[in-house]
């Protein structure tokens, strides 16, 4: 809602020219904080960059999805969205508020292999706020919900494996009950995320993009990226 189609594009065509990595949720914890598999050799030598939408607002698809389609006819490469959506409020369209994603755009995207579908809680309740049953109630539901809406795309159960927090959101209390539900979990600290230096999964730093942020900072801050260099088996990745 804060972008425009031409700088979004501006900033994609980019990191495409530049060839870099566009993780999506499950990458990130495969390969980077559970290392429970090698970073594939074809990644070798590339920069790691996640791109991610939090609310499921329509817009990501109707003015976002004709850019990733644009991109792939023009370089034959597929970018990946990263989507943290509330289930509670799909297909939500009052004539007055933003419209919200449906489950259909959701299965399109998924469909395509432009999207990364993960939670952002059911309601966008601060989870912090929550009692314990609540909270489970908010947690489970929202997966739930994904999950049916992706159910016979999503046969490796990828859906809402993560989480983003609303309103960046969480505490002590909230991260005892996210590894039943979730394998990592995601802040707006305006922080680079360190993988080497991450000490909870559960609190994994993005940078906050708005209206004020022009591509060309955000080039900027994409350039910081560390590329990805082959090691010695005797050195951890």
């Not at 429970?36 to 999805?65: A, C, R, W």
Request: glycine content about 4%.
């Amino acid at each position: 809602m804060d972008y425009t189609k031409q700088d979004l594009e501006k900033f994609i065509d980019y990191l495409v020219q530049k060839n870099y990595w566009f993780l999506s949720s499950q990458d990130l914890f495969i390969y980077f904080i559970d290392k429970s598999q090698p970073i594939p050799t074809e990644h070798i030598g590339q920069k790691p960059v996640m791109l991610t939408f939090d609310d499921g607002y329509k817009g990501v698809h109707k003015n976002g999805t004709p850019i990733l389609e644009h991109i792939e006819e023009k370089y034959g490469e597929k970018v990946k969205f990263v989507l943290f959506v509330n289930p509670k409020t799909l297909g939500f369209d009052n004539g007055k508020d933003l419209p919200h994603l449906s489950c259909q755009d959701l299965r399109e995207g998924y469909q395509k292999d432009f999207y990364d579908i993960q939670s952002h809680g059911f309601t966008h309740k601060k989870l912090t706020k929550l009692s314990s049953k609540e909270l489970d109630v908010e947690l489970y539901l929202a997966k739930l919900a994904l999950r049916k809406c992706t159910n016979d795309l999503d046969r490796n159960k990828i859906v809402a494996a993560h989480i983003a927090y609303p309103f960046s959101a969480i505490n002590k209390r909230v991260e005892r009950k996210l590894p039943k539900y979730h394998l990592t979990g995601f802040i707006y600290d305006d922080n680079f995320l360190r993988v080497n230096y991450l000490k909870n999964q559960f609190r994994i730093s993005r940078i906050t993009v708005g209206n004020h942020t022009s591509p060309y900072k955000l080039i900027r801050l994409a350039s910081r990226a560390s590329t990805l260099k082959k090691i010695s088996k005797s050195k951890k990745i």
